[in-house]
């Protein structure tokens, strides 16, 4: 076990420097909150809109909505009220280009800046509004990176598709398996792999290889990664609805900078 230090804070203590350490961010923020309010929204609006258009990647993972209708068969007004409210304030983060995720049970709070400076605690960064709290700060690589990993907080599927080297995208399934087809015999061909070369490297049956580069097997995707790893390609796959949002964003975030 390693030691690390770290300061405490409580919510009257903690804004000043967690935005001094946003004000100081030069590469990525992930804020982990399960909830949004608008009133914390409209605080933290011009400080990530700034980081955003200096090119600062805002990676914000947040529960699922919908998970929240699914709890409850009868919502009152009220409660129904509140999760469209939730629903607006999330897209409201997604028209700054932030990347939002949202996964169905999340209840995590952190935030990591540039990988090396961790907040945890109590505290929801996106929604806070009175409450007492108490929060930690690391100013520490191998915290944030112990976190991240822990909670897969580097799974942001926008920073994906910016880093992927491959990404197919096609509008039905046999479309999908085509391209993957070609793009696995390609690269196989290219990097002079046998099919038993590529099966060693990515622990994937040559026949199981052959299938895909024949497009007559894409019924689990676990192996296509392997293969993608084993060439040293990141493979995203989105359906052809999702790829306009996201070229967009491409576009307005390479013309920003
Ligand atoms: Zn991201």
């Known amino acids: 076990m390693i030691a690390t230090e770290s300061d405490i804070f409580t919510d009257e203590t903690f804004w000043e ?11 990525s923020i992930i804020i982990s909150c399960p909830f949004v309010r608008r009133w914390r929204l409209d605080r933290l609006e011009y400080q990530l809109k700034t980081m955003i258009r200096n090119g600062i990647a805002v990676c914000i993972f947040v529960q699922t909505p919908a998970s929240l209708r699914k709890e409850k ?25 932030a990347h939002v995720t949202e996964r169905p049970r999340a209840h995590q709070k ?18 806070h509004r009175d409450g007492a709290e108490h929060m930690r700060r690391f100013d520490s690589r191998y915290e944030a990176e ?5 909670h897969e907080l580097d799974r942001c599927f926008d920073c994906e598709v910016l ?11 046999e479309l999908q398996r085509q391209m993957i087809a070609h793009a696995i015999h390609s690269h196989r061909k290219y990097q002079k792999f046998s099919l038993r070369d590529l099966s060693a490297a990515s622990g994937v049956a040559h026949q199981r290889i052959s299938q895909i ?16 790893n084993a060439l040293g390609l990141r493979l995203i796959v989105a359906q052809a609805d999702d ?3 996201v070229l967009n964003q491409i576009e307005i975030r390479s013309e920003a900078r």
């Open 17 to 27: 420097p967690f935005y001094t350490d946003l004000a100081k961010a030069h590469k």
């Open 73 to 97: 068969t009868n919502l009152s007004a009220e409660e129904d009220r509140e999760i469209c409210d939730y629903e607006r304030d999330i897209k409201r983060m997604s028209t700054w280009k």
């Open 110 to 127: 952190f935030a990591i800046i540039d990988g090396t400076k961790l907040w945890e605690g109590s505290l929801n960064i996106l929604s």
């Open 146 to 150: 112990r976190v991240t990993k822990l």
């Open 163 to 173: 880093r992927a080297k491959y990404f197919v995208a096609a509008p039905n399934v």
């Open 213 to 228: 580069e024949n497009a007559k097997y894409l019924r689990a995707i676990d192996p296509l990664f392997e293969i993608f």
């Open 243 to 245: 790829v306009s949002a």
